[in-house]
């Protein structure tokens, strides 16, 4: 079965600019999740959708930064305006149920460094 | 809230030697328990998980056992190869409600020497 696609693979973007990031989950994955991971740390949840609901969106910095997942499938995440800190890897991941026990599937990331 | 705790790294080993990376967590409920590796240029793969008291995750010969008494899940791996140079990160999922997000330690960096 296919994984999990994102794109782009790599960001540069100057700070005070925006950018965004796509994620395609496996296919019947109904919960998908955005992680940042910064270098030296382990990933953070920024956001979990179910479907195209929102799970938990708690860490999601909602100033600068937002997320949507429409019809259930696809989903973006931006940030606007960027600033240094947010030089991070951006992972998406999804599961098949809501809970998943079953663990998780992870895309390759995009890496954003802000200069 | 819950947290998760690895051993300081990195670590460096010869070829066949004995692995044990350290890993103890703190959670409210009983959470499931897991064990994802890191390649270079690749993205996160599940390793193993246990998702209950005393069951043993195992996969490529690593094993982790998860001891709730002592709240550890540390990773062993009997003879570690060059391919398995790598970050390995032990996470826990808590499954509160609908809440279902692995909290991740914070990784730690394994590199076999030939």
């Known amino acids: 079965e296919a994984g999990v696609a994102q794109s782009p693979r790599y960001k540069i973007i100057e700070k005070r600019q925006s950018v965004a990031f796509w994620c395609n989950p496996i296919?019947?994955?109904?919960?998908l999740y955005w992680y940042q991971q910064i270098l030296g740390q382990g990933p953070k949840l920024l956001i979990q959708f179910q479907n195209n609901g929102v799970v938990d969106d708690s860490q999601l910095p909602k100033d600068r930064f937002s997320a949507e997942r429409l019809k259930g499938v696809d989903s973006t995440l931006k940030i606007q305006p960027a600033k240094l800190e947010d030089s991070a890897v951006y992972l998406c991941?999804?599961?098949?149920?809501?809970?998943?026990?079953?663990?998780?599937?992870f895309g390759s990331g995009t890496r954003l460094t802000v200069v | 809230g819950n947290s998760v705790t690895q051993m300081e790294g990195p670590v460096t080993l010869s070829e066949e030697a004995f692995l044990t990376i350290n890993c103890t967590y703190t959670a409210t409920g009983y959470p499931s328990l897991f064990w994802y590796v890191q390649y270079p240029g690749e993205g996160l793969q599940l390793l193993l998980k246990?998702?209950?008291?005393?069951d043993k995750g195992s996969n490529k010969g690593f094993e982790a056992t998860y001891r709730k008494e002592t709240t550890s899940f540390h990773l062993e791996k009997g003879s570690v190869q060059v391919s398995d140079s790598a970050v390995y990160f032990c996470a826990l999922s808590d499954f509160t409600g609908a809440n279902s997000k692995l909290t991740f330690g914070k990784g730690i960096t394994l590199s076999v020497r030939p």
């Open positions: 296919s019947g994955h109904a919960t």
């Open positions: 991941a999804s599961s098949l149920g809501l809970q998943g026990v079953e663990g998780y599937t």
């Open positions: 246990a998702t209950k008291a005393d």
